[in-house]
């Protein structure tokens, strides 16, 4: 089974420090997902990436194809940014046509 | 556009019924995902649809579950009849291909009794 691991699986930080989280994931892919999920439930794209690096705002995306492996990180973190975070992964090969999901990272930043 | 539309937010049940989700993908999107997530076992693909055609529906559990796809706008998630283990929060995502960004509903969240 293809399997997409995140670490940690929580993590709580004081505001202004810097995150990162993980992921890792088993065979070849087309793409990889960041998504975040707040409290009220719904998920939103972070991220896609297929290659290097992305930033938005305070969010920076990296992946290495090599190694299969992903980080996020937030720069100067707030207390809004507390949120799971899942990466999820597109296979390039065969087996499933969407999305194959991260058991998510849940974060806590402190004021 | 006002995104991926789920309806109901919210749904109870009780067992033995038939229960239908529903959801309005994003306009222009030709492919439509519905995800079902649980506290176990996280996020799921249960179907993927290209073109208003089901191309995967591996992750569908059981021949309980059906889905539709009748236009490009419009598809439904059906399970009939409804288990308490089907409670979950069940999500339908768009894009323009699978390779590209995914964009997802609220969710339903569905419990039942």
């Known amino acids: 089974k293809n399997e997409v691991e995140q670490s940690p699986q929580n993590l709580t930080a004081q505001e202004g420090e810097f995150i990162t989280i993980n992921c890792s994931y088993s065979?070849?892919?087309?793409?990889l997902h960041w998504l975040q999920q707040h409290p009220g439930g719904g998920i939103v794209s972070l991220f896609m990436?297929?290659?290097g690096k992305k930033k938005h705002g305070r969010l920076i995306a990296t992946i290495n194809i090599q190694e299969k492996h992903s980080s996020l990180h937030i720069t100067a973190s707030h207390p809004r940014d507390s949120a799971v975070y899942i990466c999820?992964?597109?296979?390039?090969?065969?087996?499933?046509?969407?999305?194959?999901f991260g058991k998510g990272t849940h974060l806590i930043i402190q004021p | 556009d006002a995104g991926v539309i789920q309806s109901p937010r919210h749904e109870v049940t009780e067992m033995g019924q038939e229960v239908t989700l529903r959801c309005k993908p994003i306009?222009?999107?030709?492919?439509l995902f519905w995800y079902r997530q649980t506290m176990m076992r996280g996020l799921e693909l249960l179907i993927y649809?290209?073109?208003?055609?089901?191309?995967?529906d591996s992750g569908m559990p059981e021949d309980r579950f059906s889905a539709k796809m009748p236009n490009a706008s419009f598809s439904t998630l059906k399970i009939q009849p409804s288990e308490p283990r089907d409670s979950a929060v069940y999500f339908c995502?768009?894009?323009?291909?699978?390779?590209?960004?995914?964009?997802f509903g609220q969710g339903t969240r569905l419990t039942v009794v």
């Open positions: 995502a768009s894009s323009w291909d699978r390779n590209t960004e995914a964009f």
């Open positions: 065979v070849g892919i087309s793409a």
């Open positions: 990436l297929s290659s």
């Open positions: 999820a992964v597109l296979y390039s090969g065969g087996g499933a046509d969407g999305l194959t």
């Open positions: 306009s222009g999107h030709n492919s």
């Open positions: 649809f290209n073109n208003n055609v089901p191309i995967d």
